[in-house]
């Protein structure tokens, strides 16, 4: 669950971390007439999309009058902003942030991310800016990591060459609060700025949040950026299931999101293009199961699905086998599937895919129905 970075500056200033003065406005009109209530001599309209790297993208402008901004948000209202972060046809930008323009006297970039224990993790450099993510790519040694934990932030950051480190750390600490209590899973600043002051500002910010969590977080609900998923994705999420849509012609139905990773890798190497990631959450019903399918079988471009799933836990494979055929009752377009399908009542799964007369190929293993799936993909043989 992205928030954008509007919703994450109003989250992490409750916390104390400080961020330049702000509105979001949902017209060009509203830009102008916002820039009133926000103190400065300069503003910045910001293009609020879930993607990053829009400033390279002309998602980040200055204007120096209240009339200059309305120009700016005009210019990117209801347009597609396209960044390295999105796809293609990029993100509707709905809403845009009109800020106070602060002077950059030093700009840093800091994150906190969960380690492979789960234990928040300061990832730190003390330079920042448009262009860090590609030199980090680059030159990974150029961020440093510090387990929060029990750890000496200041000295940390002072090591790594950020002026006036003191105030620096007390910023990560609220950074720090604010990501436990909100069980975040990311938290980017970048660019942590540090104006002539000395005082260290999020001048950009991105939260990320457990999804799994969010029943936790009733207050968060409204923050959630659901926009930046596409109506596909909103549907499915509706409907108990994390669906991302991709651009190949292999649908899959797996449930649990590591399987469905393992299974889209696996179906690239072996030359194959998955038309979507999905996981179904162990609460899915067999219905929410087939509009789920059924958002696959409504795209042209899927050839073929394939259906791999591990019963067990809350999910049984006669429950995802159900919702199959659900789907396939009332879809128009019936395209082949290839199963493989393991544990808790396998049999029962198996027989209901054959009496409902589904056009279906079983397989046994994961190997062989990514092969079968491939094959039927590049026009083989069902
Ligand atoms: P991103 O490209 O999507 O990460 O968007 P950012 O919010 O990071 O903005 C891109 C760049 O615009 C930043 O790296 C800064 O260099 C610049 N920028 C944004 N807001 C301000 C500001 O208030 N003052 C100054 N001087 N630069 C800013
Ligand atoms: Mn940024």
């Given at each position: 669950m992205i928030l954008s970075e509007y919703k994450s500056k109003e989250l992490l200033s409750q916390y104390g971390v400080a961020v330049p003065e702000g509105r979001v406005a949902r017209t060009a009109a509203e830009a102008e007439a916002l820039c009133r209530e926000v103190t400065a001599t300069k503003y910045v309209v910001k293009a609020q999309i879930?993607?990053?790297?829009r400033g390279l993208a002309g998602g980040v402008k200055f204007a120096a009058t209240p009339s200059a901004v309305r120009s700016e948000a005009e210019k990117m209202l209801g347009k597609p902003l396209v960044t390295?972060?999105?796809?293609?046809s990029g993100e509707i930008v709905k809403e845009v942030y009109v800020e106070a323009a602060v002077e950059i006297a030093a700009d840093a970039f800091i994150a906190i991310v969960l380690d492979q224990n789960a234990q928040p993790t300061l990832l730190a450099s003390a330079t920042g800016g448009v262009n860090f993510e590609e030199q980090a790519r680059r030159n990974p040694d150029m961020v440093s990591s510090l387990t929060?934990?029990?750890?000496?932030v200041e000295a940390f950051l002072q090591g790594l060459g950020f002026q006036n480190a003191k105030a620096a750390a007390k910023l990560v600490e609220n950074a720090h609060k604010a990501f436990l209590a909100n069980e975040m899973t990311l938290l980017e600043i970048n660019p942590l700025a540090m104006l002539a002051s000395g005082d260290w500002v999020a001048v950009d910010a991105k939260i990320s949040i457990d999804g799994s969590a969010m029943f936790r977080h009733p207050e968060l609900e409204t923050l959630?950026?659901?926009?930046?998923?596409s109506s596909v994705e909103r549907t499915a999420q509706e409907n108990e299931i994390n669906l991302v849509k991709l651009d190949g012609n292999i649908g899959v139905v797996v449930n649990g999101a590591g399987l469905g990773l393992a299974t889209n890798d696996m179906l690239v190497d072996a030359g194959g293009k998955p038309a979507n990631f999905m996981d179904i959450r162990t609460t899915a019903t067999s219905f929410q199961i087939a509009k789920g399918v059924e958002l696959l079988l409504e795209d042209?471009?899927?050839k073929i699905i394939l259906l791999n799933v591990h019963g067990g836990?809350?999910?049984?494979c006669d429950t995802v086998t159900e919702g199959v055929a659900f789907a396939y009752a009332r879809a128009k377009r019936k395209p082949p599937i290839v199963a493989r399908l393991a544990g808790q009542n396998v049999e029962w799964a198996h027989r209901m895919l054959s009496e409902r007369r589904l056009p279906v190929t079983v397989c046994t293993s994961m190997g062989e129905a990514v092969d079968k799936a491939v094959s039927i993909a590049k026009g083989g043989r069902v």
């Open positions: 879930g993607a990053g790297g390295q972060q999105t796809n293609a929060l934990a029990g750890n000496d959630v950026m659901d926009h930046a998923l042209s471009a899927v836990g809350m999910t049984v």
